[in-house]
């Protein structure tokens, strides 16, 4: 997959790094020269210095040739300018932007720009998840938010412990997609029966996350 990235530092050091590894072909444009020199260095990948939110600049990096967009600069009106040009000026199938102040996220959804990252909404509502469900063993968002997938441990006590996942009354658009106990791993059904110490994969709604946590790993 050929993946032009917009920005620098850490970021996109790291990111470069770890979409390289898997094989996919990297370019990455920044306005830093030193930055740039410097990414040569590390980075199997095109480095391009410019100012991407300039089209001729975009298209001289190769942007026909892209698969997918990532624009992660620290500046959220470039972010929103990069990823609009990507698709309606070259028709790139995918563009990607990083929303520093999650109140613009609106903003770019309403603009044309569907797929957002907001750091400062993830790390929140990591925090707040972890918080209320100390069993919570990991949890990411998926879908731009849409759907949240989790690990948690049914807790000794808990409502789910030794009932069928059939009798559990799970909210609506709540799946548990896999169970893991001790060396076994099983793929449950309506009559799989929950035990205390059980590890399970949830994919389930935001709005109905608490109601279905509560319910497999009890309180916190």
């Known amino acids: ?39 040569s260095r590390r980075l199997n ?19 026909r040739a892209q698969d997918a967009v990532l624009a992660i600069t620290p500046n959220d009106a ?26 613009n996220e609106e903003i770019f959804h309403r603009l044309g720009v569907p797929e957002t990252i907001s750091v400062t909404s993830v790390i929140s509502a990591l925090i707040e998840r972890r918080s209320a469900f100390d069993s919570i063993s990991n949890l990411f968002g998926a879908f731009n938010g849409k759907v949240e997938v989790a ?19 799970l909210p609506v658009s709540t799946l548990v997609a896999a169970v893991n106990r001790g060396s076994e791993e099983i793929i449950p059904n309506g009559d799989t029966v929950l035990l205390a110490g059980d590890q399970v994969l949830v994919v389930t709604r935001p709005e109905v996350f608490d109601s279905a946590m509560g319910k497999i790993a009890g309180g916190a």
């Open 1 to 39: 997959m050929n993946i032009l990235i917009v920005g620098g530092g850490v970021l996109a050091y790291f990111l470069s790094q770890s979409l390289i590894r898997k094989g996919h072909r990297v370019v990455v444009v920044n306005r830093d020269g030193e930055e740039c020199i410097e990414l």
């Open 45 to 63: 990948a095109t480095i391009v210095k410019g100012d991407a939110t300039r089209p001729r600049l975009l298209e001289d990096a190769g942007i």
């Open 78 to 103: 470039d972010n929103l300018l990069i990823c609009q040009s990507s698709a309606r000026l070259f028709g790139v199938r995918r563009a990607l932007a990083l929303v520093n102040d999650p109140q």
């Open 151 to 169: 690990e948690a441990v049914v807790k000794d006590g808990s409502p789910a412990d030794g009932l069928a996942l059939k009798a559990l009354e």
